[in-house]
């Protein structure tokens, strides 16, 4: 039975001396991160995280982020990481919807961290990480500093509690109502949903991966635990905004993998990369939406040396499908088939097997398929439900497919609304909140438009009673209100929107 703290107290096992993480200036071995997770990990059960306790990361990818994630799972939690770019709001939202025990936030956040454990009853510490700013109170009742924690407790391995049923994290995914639903993914799921990734990508110990996506994102999150899992080495930065800093990082460090979404894709095709050594690069994976057939030939002509492999998954099932390699040539547009030891396959509205060439809704099977959402019955029964065999759930991804007469999938749409733009998931319903917070926005609708580069833009129509209002007056707003993934690339304002029956506004044929 294994568990996903083991993939890296067996890699410590068995090459303690090994580098493990290069993050910013630091390099740490197996070892020292194992110890490190091993005193963290008697800090948080001394503070109250004992099985099945939901432990909170507001942090930017860090090693004291990676550190913290398997501590918790060492003490027997769960780890939730929320993107370090969120708005209070919403992480207001998930600390008080996973009922979290213990939050890591930097220093700077020690006075919001105050005041979420006076509003949220099950938040009884916040650990510190960082140096605060000058005058900045990070002294109280509940708040810890990280690296006194480290010094205060023993390297000593706390007694297993879980079993591979339990939960390991919760995975925060945008729905179509705006609020985040957490993915209940349990210590199998990610141990198979690994596995079988590293099975396809063909991971072996002497593979270098960089990591410049947050780890808050599931691709970005299963970079370490792979590289954990098969003994490899992570690279982790902060964010992909400097890519001539992550091409000097690959070349200094010989990265050999390099997982990335459409938009670090173009951006990479929009640089002389003759000036930099890539030559230690085997492969480089996409997701998070289909890269385009124009960028698909022009990687593979700037890296003709590396393995280029498209993929198709949701974070309720982690990956779902992948590209074999070799049939890039033949079909460039297609996201592949079902990942080593699962199945898929395509139903109608009526539920019925649909075959080659007919659209339909893309259905997953296998032990990658997770556990619901927390606390969220309603809408774990419309994502899950009954499989071919008796008590067996399979998951209904709500994207539409179909695929070849040699079963090839090739995606079509979305059967609900939500956007994907840079990699990200974004809920209009979100968006448009914010718009309508907006004096003088009397209507406002949030699509998707197709975009090269982002894989979808986000196109907000906006209806206002203010004739002063303007485009740079609304993206203000935004960016003061929302993350930067969310804010819309394109405002339009319009004299009115279409609206059904019921008084909704009509979004089927807006453009």
């Known amino acids: 039975m294994l568990l996903v703290n083991d993939f890296l107290e067996e890699s410590a096992a068995r090459h303690p001396g090994k580098l493990a993480l290069v993050c910013g200036k630091e390099r740490l071995t197996y070892g020292e991160i194992d110890e490190m997770a091993n005193r963290l990990a008697r800090a948080l059960r001394q503070r109250g995280v004992y099985r099945g306790e939901r432990v909170v990361f507001f942090l930017p990818n860090s090693v004291e982020l990676a550190v913290g994630l398997f501590a918790t799972l060492k003490a027997g939690g769960v780890f939730v990481v929320v993107n370090a770019g969120v708005k209070q709001d919403k992480l207001m939202f998930v600390v008080d919807n996973c009922q979290a025990t213990v939050m890591f936030c930097g220093a700077m956040h020690a006075e919001l961290a105050t005041t979420m454990m006076r509003r949220v009853s099950s938040l009884k510490a916040a650990i ?3 140096t ?3 005058g900045a109170a ?3 009742d509940g708040l810890f500093d990280y690296q006194t924690l480290l010094q205060q407790h023993p ?8 079993i591979d049923r339990d939960l390991a994290c919760l995975i925060y995914t945008s729905g179509s109502t ?3 639903k957490g993915v209940m993914s349990d210590h199998s799921n990610v141990v198979f949903a690994a596995s079988s990734i590293i099975a396809y990508l063909e991971n072996q110990s002497d593979d270098i991966v960089m990591c410049a996506l947050p780890l808050s994102f599931d691709y970005g999150l299963y970079q370490l635990l792979m590289v954990f899992k098969f003994g490899g080495t992570l690279v982790l930065e902060r964010s992909f905004a400097y890519p001539v800093q992550i091409l000097k990082r690959v070349e200094q460090e010989k990265v050999t993998g390099f997982p990335g979404v459409p938009t670090m894709f173009a951006m ?6 003759s000036e930099y050594d890539l030559s230690s690069l085997r492969y480089f994976t996409n997701t998070a939406a289909a890269l385009p057939p124009t960028h698909i ?3 593979r002509e700037m890296f003709s040396w590396a393995t280029l492999y498209s993929m198709y998954g949701l974070t309720e099932t982690k990956r779902t499908l992948y590209l074999p390699p070799d049939q890039l040539d033949k079909r460039p547009d297609s996201v592949g088939i079902a990942i080593p030891g699962t199945e898929v396959w395509i139903e109608d509205e009526e539920g019925n097997r649909l075959g080659p060439n007919q659209v339909g809704e893309l259905v997953i099977r296998g032990r990658h398929v997770m556990r619901g959402y927390w606390q969220n019955p309603e809408a774990t029964a419309k994502r899950y439900r009954p499989g071919p065999l008796p008590g067996e759930r399979v998951c209904y991804s709500g994207d539409l497919f179909r695929m070849d007469d040699e079963g090839y999938m090739y995606f079509v749409g979305r059967s609900d609304d939500i956007i994907k733009s840079r990699g990200e998931k974004v809920a209009p319903k979100e968006v448009e909140n914010v718009l309508y917070g907006i004096p003088g926005v009397v209507k406002a609708a949030v699509i998707g438009v197709p975009d090269p580069i982002l894989g979808e833009s986000i196109k907000a129509l906006v209806v206002s009673s203010d004739s002063s209002l303007t485009k740079q007056d609304v993206l203000r707003y935004c ?7 969310m804010v819309p690339q394109i405002v339009e304002f319009r004299k009115s929107l279409p609206l059904t029956s019921s008084g909704k506004i009509k979004k089927a044929g807006l453009s």
């Open 132 to 134: 605060p700013p000058p």
């Open 178 to 180: 705006g609020d985040p």
């Open 479 to 485: 960016r003061a209100h929302l993350e930067n993934f």
């Open 128 to 130: 510190l990480v960082g």
């Open 268 to 273: 990479l095709l929009q640089i002389d990369l």
């Open 155 to 162: 390297n000593r391995l706390l007694p297993r509690t879980c």
């Open 297 to 299: 030939q022009k990687i």
């Open 138 to 140: 990070c002294t109280g």
